[in-house]
């Protein structure tokens, strides 16, 4: 009896001691889900789930506080998350322990752990995260109304901002995002100032929503775009004030430049310019949104229009020291399978939140909210298999402080602004944006409102690996590889305040020149440099604006390397070259790239400093380049290696290597005499002779001794097959083939 009294004991004792085990909280990883049907009293389960993407990471962040640290997934169900404001995440939410000891590879993220907190797209379902919020009472617009225009009465429709909006620059329907009205075009008719338009009669007015109304114009540069806020109108005078200056003085174009209706500027956002369907108009002092709907609504009123209240939806910032040498980076946040959508487009506001911080002719200003997904201050996050969509502004930020981190496999459609952004600190010895990868990303049809945004930039961030994305139809550059911020420059000059000056020595400031020797002693202070930019596809660039590339390097540092890229397609007349190594640019690579059917001033690259250009394919150039098929422009060249490049000309031949000074330039010339030149290969399938000229130059001084006129012999250029036959004259010179196959997206 004894020992069965013991063993029920003992049972009992273990039983008893389980129930107290499963009762404690034991940590585990945690998993969220979050429904547009849920509710933010759930428990955030997948069978009661919250409403809210803020209520979900206010979930998480109280497991952290009670101990909990294994890693974290909120779910997003399919629908449209809305985000009435920005959804802000800090260092809490991320890794408490760094990894930023870890080596860094040569180039790129390398491998990346296991996020800390992910969000992430249940399976087989399409979460939308987006700050519109929906416009309603529609009323049609019946009274007779002033501005109206007799196309357009009976078809326009009128609402009330939504309350807690005071001021949106774009508008959004179920299909993207609705065209702001603008109105026809027009050149200035003198030169003005960076605040002083002036205009032809009947072209501006003193409309009664002129607080809203913008100037869009290019203001007398073929490479940007502004948007300006008006102060006042002189209709007698015809002149007009902005609020905010211009990055240049407001003219019209130089005779070169392209335009697709011969104007330069033009008013949107005015009543009687409201004239197509799928536009619209807001007056923010009456508060009335002005809507000519893109189709009839089925239901009478229109439905599903959006207001946007934030340009941007989820901010990542770490704990930034600008001023200081260390930041503290947020670790390990993860975003897969989401769309990020209805973003509004952050307007110039003010000449103190401007001047002196935008990027290389302010293309992008430093360090601001511009982006759906920013990361300001961050390591080891992850964007893969978004899509980043009908929006004002641009896709993803990485700003300031940014190592290892990833971009892939994503879709960057439709967007105001740029596709992805690489921006660390201005010119000095604080350098830490490197070493990240964007791969294998679609980005296309982006800067459709600021015409002159980029698909890829980097600024001042280096040792990155652009590889393998796919960019087509854009307004301006694909590509961009910068810094062009000399340390003189003005204050309120483009990027003069992003300028570190105190930890730039006084004699560097002083002795600042545009030229190597000068670059090659500043060249530490401008942090692009060793980037990869590889298996790239580009077509259709530069659709919109002048003077723009495929690829553009300028004034960035050492180390640059553009190989193995497909250009095939770029047909707008006005771009310079697919490749370009612009203003105080030197000591890049540009090797093995395949230049296809494409227009441009130069059919294929410039290069204006010391830089390599090797192994590269220019064929089948749809008309004879002006500048040349290599183009070596404005200053010395000496010290460039131009080897193994084959050029197949346009049937009415042009100039293979062209010197290209300044006009009236008497000193410091490009001189081909001082480039290391050989083993070429140039072919014209109609003139014999094109080559001799240069030929009889070079090898009188030892040069292009190995070089031939020859057909290549491409296996089939039409079918995109730049590969050689057997017997071909580009293999005897030691000529790499070029497989545009494994150019482009990876499936």
Request: charged share 25%.
């Amino acid at each position: 009896m004894k020992t069965n009294f013991k063993i029920k004991s003992t049972v009992l004792g273990l039983l008893v001691l389980m129930m107290a085990l499963g009762c404690a909280e034991t940590p585990m990883p945690i998993e969220l889900y979050v429904s547009v049907e849920g509710d933010d009293t759930a428990n955030g389960s997948l069978e009661s789930p919250f409403a809210t993407l803020p209520k979900a990471v206010e979930t998480v962040r109280e497991q952290r506080k009670k101990g909990n640290t294994y890693p974290a997934t909120i779910y997003l169900r399919g629908g449209r998350h809305q985000l009435k404001e920005t959804l802000d995440l800090g260092v809490e939410d991320g890794k408490s322990i760094s990894e930023s000891t870890w080596p860094f590879e040569d180039v790129g993220a390398g491998n990346i752990p296991l996020a800390q907190l992910t969000f992430k797209a249940f399976p087989d379902e399409e979460p939308i995260i987006s700050s519109g919020v929906i416009v309603e009472g529609w009323k049609m617009l019946t009274s007779d109304h002033a501005d109206i225009s007799e196309k357009a009465k009976g078809k326009i429709w009128v609402a009330q901002i939504p309350e807690g909006i005071d001021k949106f620059y774009t508008l959004y329907d179920e299909e993207g995002r609705l065209n702001r009205a603008r109105a026809e075009g027009f050149v200035p008719t003198k030169l003005g100032d960076k605040y002083t338009l002036y205009f032809p009669e009947g072209k501006m007015k003193n409309w009664d929503n002129l607080e809203d109304v913008e100037i869009n114009i290019r203001p007398s540069r073929a490479w940007m775009i502004n948007m300006l806020p008006i102060a006042s109108v002189d209709e007698e005078q015809g002149i007009a004030k902005t609020k905010v200056a211009a990055t240049y003085e407001m003219g019209e174009l130089a005779h070169w430049v392209h335009t697709k209706d011969g104007n330069s500027a033009w008013v949107e956002n005015t009543l009687e310019s409201l004239d197509e369907p799928g536009e619209w108009v807001v007056n923010s002092e009456t508060r009335q949104i002005y809507l000519w709907p893109r189709y009839d609504a089925v239901e009478g009123s229109p439905q599903n229009i959006l207001v946007p209240t934030t340009s941007e939806l989820i901010r990542v910032e770490g704990n930034i020291d600008y001023e200081g040498a260390v930041d503290q980076p947020v670790r390990g946040i993860a975003f897969k399978g989401i769309t990020f959508s209805h973003a509004d487009r952050r307007a110039w506001t003010s000449d103190v939140d401007r001047l002196g911080w935008g990027m290389q002719h302010d293309w992008d200003l430093f360090d601001r909210p511009s982006a759906m997904l920013r990361f300001r201050g961050a390591e080891h996050c992850v964007v893969s298999h978004c899509t980043f969509e009908n929006s004002g502004g641009t896709g993803v930020r990485f700003d300031l402080h940014a190592q290892r981190n990833k971009i892939e496999n994503s879709e960057f459609a439709h967007l105001g602004e740029a596709g992805i952004l690489l921006a660390g600190y201005g010119p000095g010895t604080k350098d830490v944006n490197h070493h990240n990868t964007i791969v294998n990303n679609n980005i296309h049809h982006f800067s459709e409102i600021t015409w002159h945004s980029p698909g890829i930039w980097a600024w001042q961030s280096g040792y990155n690996h652009i590889a393998n994305n796919f960019l087509h139809n854009s307004g301006y550059a694909a590509v961009l590889i910068t810094n062009r911020v000399e340390p003189d420059r003005e204050l309120n000059g483009e990027g003069g305040r992003t300028v570190r000056h105190n930890e730039i020595s006084k004699e560097i400031i002083a002795n600042t020149k545009e030229d190597y020797e000068s670059w090659k002693a500043r060249e530490k202070y401008n942090h692009s440099r060793h980037n990869i930019v590889e298996y790239n596809e580009i077509s259709h660039a530069v659709e919109l604006l002048s003077d723009g590339n495929c690829i553009y390097v300028s004034g960035a540092g050492t180390g640059n390397i553009i190989r193995y890229n497909y250009f095939h397609d770029n047909l707008e007349e006005s771009m310079p070259a697919p490749i370009r190594c612009d203003d105080d640019q030197h000591e890049t690579l540009i090797y093995g790239n395949v230049l296809y059917n494409n227009f441009g001033f130069s059919a294929g690259i410039a290069s204006k400093g010391v830089n390599d250009i090797i192994n590269n394919v220019i064929v089948a150039p749809r008309v004879v380049p002006k500048s040349g098929y290599l183009s070596y422009e404005w200053v010395p060249v000496a010290g460039s290696k131009v080897y193994h490049n084959i050029i197949v000309s346009h049937p009415d031949g042009g100039i293979a290597n062209n010197e290209r000074p300044r006009k009236d330039q008497t000193t410091n010339l490009p001189n081909l005499d001082d480039v290391d030149i050989n083993s070429n290969l140039y072919f014209n399938p109609s003139d014999p002779h094109w080559m001799d000229a240069h030929f009889e130059r070079m090898r009188a001084i030892g040069k292009e001794t190995s070089s031939l006129f020859a057909d290549p012999m491409f296996i089939d250029v039409e079918a995109g097959n730049f590969e050689f036959k057997e017997g071909s004259p580009a293999l005897k010179l030691g000529i790499e083939p070029l497989d545009v196959s494994k150019m482009g997206l990876k499936n």
